[in-house]
């Protein structure tokens, strides 16, 4: 079978920047399932996937525009440390990450900097702006049960249980 729409993928892969760094590994012991065509990967990394097969290897460097986009300088703003009220000195750090609730709905920011009481916090994605470069195994292709279907995300290990 190949992965077309609705049907569910069971990948092993290694994402790298551009300097060759690691960012994410899925594999054996952490396999990455999703349904093609349901707007929940990235749509370079889906658009190079379509039609490979159970044992295919893919290789593809995923541009800005078709992962998480160029990085945005509106949304990075200065606030007070007030704003993040009880969290202890030790957890607000350069990289830290919070959810915080905005007009589009709970979105995950990330202390840019910190200067006295002033913290610098960016509502980029964390890899924003970035070219992705993925090696990935596909190791298995089956269609998505009807329940699947209808809640648009891979159930079963490895996939979202209810």
Partial sequence: MTIVKNSIATLHYTLKDDAGEILDVADENNPFLYMHGV????????????????????????????????RNPNLTQDVPREMFGSIPDEDMVVGAQFQAQT????????????????????????????????????????EATEEEISHGHPHGPGGHQH
């Fill in 39 to 70: 707007g929940g990967m990235i749509p370079g990394l889906e658009k190079a996937l379509e039609n490979s097969k159970a044992g295919e290897k893919v290789v593809v460097s995923v541009a800005p525009a078709d992962a998480y986009g160029e």
């Fill in 103 to 142: 007009d589009q709905g709970v979105e995950i920011i990330t202390v840019a900097a910190i200067e006295g009481d002033t913290i610098k916090i960016d509502g980029n994605h964390p890899m924003a702006g970035e070219t992705l470069h993925f090696d990935v195994d596909v190791i298995d292709v089956r």
